[in-house]
C-alpha cells in the first residue's frame, strides 16, 4: 500500500464477530502501515489488537482511527494470509480468530514490552530465559465464554479485558500490571470467565544434548521405490499427496528423513507434524543427528516465550526443519518442500476447543497452496485415507513389511466374559511370567487411568457422579480422592456413603493404577512402572520412564495410550491389552475404527527386537470385527468391514459431517435451541433443496460437562457444496438465546 492510498484499512478483530472492520489511518502513522501488521484499535468501549489485511474497499463514512502499530515487521505474509482465509471460510471461523490461533500467542510479551506494561513484561521474560533452576509458573487465559457474557466491573473488568486482549498471561505479569489482582482472579475463575493453568517454565533440555551423528540407511525395495516417488514430487516443485502406509517397524521414518534430507539439498525446507504424545526426545533426537541445519521443535512444554521465540527463528530462516504437533502447521516456514504428517490417523490432530481445526487436513491444503509433497504416513491409515487412496485421490504407497524381516507379532484373543475381579486372565498372568523368567519386557495396555472407574454404595445404591458432569467418578488410591476426569472436580474419599451413612462402598471398573496393583501381587519380584498422564505430570517424566524402559530396568509397564507410541524397545517381547472394552463401547461412529488402531498399535511395540513377540488381547466382545482383524495384522479386512458399515450408516467416507453443539447452564433453554435449530436447518433444507440428514437434536453422549449440559445436531450430507451453503445460511441466520453457546465443528472427529 502506498501511503496516499494508506488512508483506510481493513483489520480483521480476534473476537467472535464474521466480519472485519475499517479503519482510518491518521497521517503520521500511514508509512507503518502495511498487510500483516497489527495495529491496536478503538473497539466499542474497549481497545484491542487487530491485524491489518489490506486496503478497505467500501469503507463506510464514519470512521474511527487506529490508535497505534505495534509491528514494525509484517507478522504474516500475503500467502500466510491466504491460508487463514481458506480456513476461515472452510471452518467458519471468524478469521481474526484464525490469525490469532495461527500466531504464537509470546508474540504478545514483546507487545506488552513495548506499548503497555512498560519494562516489567520483559523483564519477566528475560528472567525465565536466563533461569537455571526448573521453574514453574501460573498462566491465565480468558475462557471463550468471556466474549460472550456481561463483563464484570472495576479491576475485575480491566483485567479480563487485559487477557481477552492479550492472550495467555503469567500471573507475574499480571501482578506487576494490576496492584493485587488475586481477589478479582479468584472470582473471574470461579464465573469460569477466566482459566489457569501451572507449567513449569521449561528450557529446552535437548537443545545442547550432543547427538552422534547418523548416516542413511541402505532402503530395501519398497522404501526405495517409496522414497523415489517422493522425491521426485519435490523436485517437481508440484502438490503431491502420498499416503505411506506401513506396518510399525518398516521404515517410515527413514523415509521421512531421506526424503527430508533430499528436500533440504534442492534448497527447500520441510514441515514434520507428529502427535504431541508422540514428541518424544528419541524422535528429536534421530532427526538432531541425521541433520546438521537448524530444527525448531514446537510442543506443548514451550512457555509462550520459547514458542515465541521458536516462531522467530522458523520466520528468520533459522531452521530448515520445523518439527511439532498439531500447531505446527502454522510454521512460518518458506520455500517448503515436503511436510511429513505422522501418525495421520490420529485424533489429536483435531483440536477441538475454538478453532476447531484438523492439521492432517490442513497439511493437505497448505501442501496444495504452496506446492509441496505431503506424506500422510500411517500402519492404520484412516478409512477415509485409504478410502481415498484407493480412488486416486492420494497416490498410495506401501512399506508392507517390517525391516530387517522381522516377524509381525502372533496374537490372541482372549474372551474376558467370565472373568471376575481381575485384571489378567490366567493365560495372560501365565505369559507374563513366562515373559520375566525369560527375561523379556512386557507392555499392558489399559486406556483407563486412575484405580476404580464406579464406585457405589452396595447399601442405599448411590452412585458417586460428578456434580458438575454427567460423569461417574473415578478413585485414585494414591491421592485417597475421587476425581472427575472432564472437569477439576474431586473430593477426598469418603469411608461412608453420603447417602445412607452405610460403610459398604464398591469400587467397580479398573484402571491402569488398580492393574499395577493387581501386577505387583502377582509379581513382588518385577520391576514394575506405570505411565499415564498421573505419573507423566511432571516434566521430564514421560521422558524418564521411556529411557528406563529402553535401559532394561523395567519388567512391566502398565500404561495407557501412551505406551502405544513411541519408537523401538527391543526388549519387549509381549503385549497385553488388559481391556479392548472402553474404546469400543464408545457411543461414536469411530469407536471400532479408534479400536483397531490402538490395538494395532500397541500390538506394534511387541517384537521388534531380534525375539518375536507376543501379544494377548482381552475383551468382552472377543468376536468384534475391530479385534479379530487387529490380531490378524489385517488392515484390508478391516477396511472392507468397516466401509461396508460406513456406507450403510451413511458416514464418512460416504458422507461429509458437520456437528452443531450447544451448550448452557440451564438444560430448557439448550433443548429448546437445539430444536429452533433443527427448525431452522430443515427450513433450510428445503430452500436450497439439498440432500442433507440431520441427527437430532438430542442431548450428546456426555450430556453435561463442567456444569454446562449438551445438546447437539449430527449434519450429513452427501454433496460438500450443499453442506457448505447450508451451514453458512445457518451461520447467518442463527440467533440463539444469550445464555446459549453454539459451535459448529466442520468434520468432527468424534461426536462425544
Ligand atoms: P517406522 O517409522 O515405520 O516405525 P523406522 O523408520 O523407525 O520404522 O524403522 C524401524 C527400525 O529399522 C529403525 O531402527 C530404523 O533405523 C531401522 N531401519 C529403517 N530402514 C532400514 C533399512 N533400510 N535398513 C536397515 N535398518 C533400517
Ligand atoms: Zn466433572
Known sequence: ???????????????????????????????????GVRVFVPFGRRKVTGYVLGQAHHPPGDLKDILEVLDEQPVFTPRELAFYRWISAYYLHPLGEVIKTALPSGINIETRGRTTTGADGAQGEEQIRGGRSIRREWFFHATEEAAGTAAPRGLAAQILLYLMDQGETSRSDLNARFANPAAQLKRLLQKNLVVMEEREVYRDPFRDEEVPASSPQTLNETQAAAFQAISAAVTAGEFAPFLLHGVTGSGKTEVYLQSISHALEAGKTALVLTPEIALTPQLIRRFRSRFSCGIAVLHSGLTPGERYDEWRRIRRGEAAIVIGARSAIFAPLENLGII?????????????????????????????ME??????????????????????????????????????????????????????SP???????????????????????????????RDCGHVFRCPNCAVTLTHHKSKQRHYCHYCDFSLPAPTVCPGCGGGDIALFGRGTERVEEEIRELFPEARIARMDSDTTARKGSHAGILKRLEDGKIDILIGTQMIAKGHDYPGVTLVGVASADSTLNLPDFRSAERTFQLVSQVMGRAGRGDSPGKVLIQGADPGHYALARAASHDYEGFYKEETAFRREAGYPPFSNLALICLSGTAEKPVEQGAQDAAVLLRKLRGDLKARLEILGP???????????????????????????????????????????????????VDTL
Not at 410 to 422: Q, V, Y
Request: charged content about 25%; aromatic content about 8%; some cysteine.
Open 340 to 368: 511429513v504428517v505422522d501418525e495421520e490417523h490420529e485424533a489429536s490432530y483435531k483440536q477441538s476447543e475454538g478453532l476447531a481445526y484438523n492439521a492432517r487436513d490442513l497439511a493437505l491444503v497448505r501442501g496444495k
Open 698 to 748: 438430542a442431548p450428546a453422549p456426555l450430556a453435561k460437562i463442567r456444569g454446562r449440559f449438551r445438546w447437539q445436531l449430527l449434519l450429513k450430507c452427501s454433496n460438500r457444496t450443499d453442506l457448505r451453503k447450508i451451514l453458512l445460511r445457518f451461520q447467518a441466520e442463527w440467533r440463539p438465546p444469550r445464555t446459549i453457546r453454539s459451535s459448529i465443528d466442520v468434520d468432527p
Open 371 to 424: 506446492g509441496t509433497a505431503v506424506v500422510l504416513g500411517s500402519a492404520t491409515p484412516l478409512i477415509t485415507s485409504y478410502h481415498a487412496a484407493m480412488h486416486g485421490r492420494l497416490r498410495y504407497l506401501s512399506l508392507p513389511e517390517r525391516v530387517r524381516n522381522l516377524p509381525l507379532p502372533e496374537a490372541r484373543i482372549i474372551d474376558t466374559r467370565k472373568m471376575r475381579d481381575r485384571a489378567c
Open 1 to 35: 500500500m502506498s501511503p496516499e492510498k494508506n488512508s483506510m484499512i481493513e483489520v480483521a478483530i480476534p473476537l467472535p464477530l464474521q466480519t472485519t472492520f475499517s479503519y482510518r489511518v491518521p497521517e503520521e502513522l500511514r508509512c507503518a502501515v502495511v498487510p
Open 427 to 457: 493365560e495372560l498372568v501365565a505369559a507374563l511370567g513366562e515373559n520375566l523368567e525369560r527375561k523379556g519386557q512386557s507392555l499392558l495396555f489399559l486406556n483407563r487411568r486412575g484405580f476404580a472407574t464406579f464406585l457405589f454404595c
